[in-house]
């Protein structure tokens, strides 16, 4: 699965930004999408993911309520709608695929190239 993100920019406290993740390749119902993020000096950490058949999603608690990962599955792009931004998530954003549902980055095989979503404050 080859995947490309896209869709970061400069925002402010408040505001809404949506990212996309365009999939291609071999993609199967039994894969998962996920959506991470790296902060400077932070390790990487999971943010949302979908499971692509039938569309069980999962968040990290620190952004439940506020991010909303969905998908297209006739387009094969995934998205993250980021709703009431935060200075603190202000991080590269990274699109990956597993096989199997997974909070940690290790099992996610296919990853995007990453875009940068900054929040000001």
């Known amino acids: 699965v080859q995947l490309q993100a896209s869709g970061g920019g400069l925002v402010q406290t408040g505001d809404s930004l949506r990212l996309s993740c365009a999939a291609s390749?071999?993609?199967?119902?039994?894969?998962?999408m996920g959506w991470f993020r790296q902060a400077p000096g932070k390790e990487r950490e999971f943010v949302a993911a979908i499971r692509w058949g039938v569309g069980n999603t999962y968040y990290a608690d620190s952004v439940k309520g506020r991010l909303l990962i969905s998908r297209d599955n006739a387009k094969n792009t995934v998205y993250l709608q980021m709703n009431s931004l935060r200075p603190e998530d202000t991080a590269v954003y990274y699109c990956a695929a597993a096989t199997y549902y997974s909070d940690s980055a290790r099992h996610y095989g296919s990853w995007g190239q990453g875009t940068q979503v900054t929040v000001s404050s």
């Open positions: 390749g071999r993609i199967f119902s039994s894969h998962v």
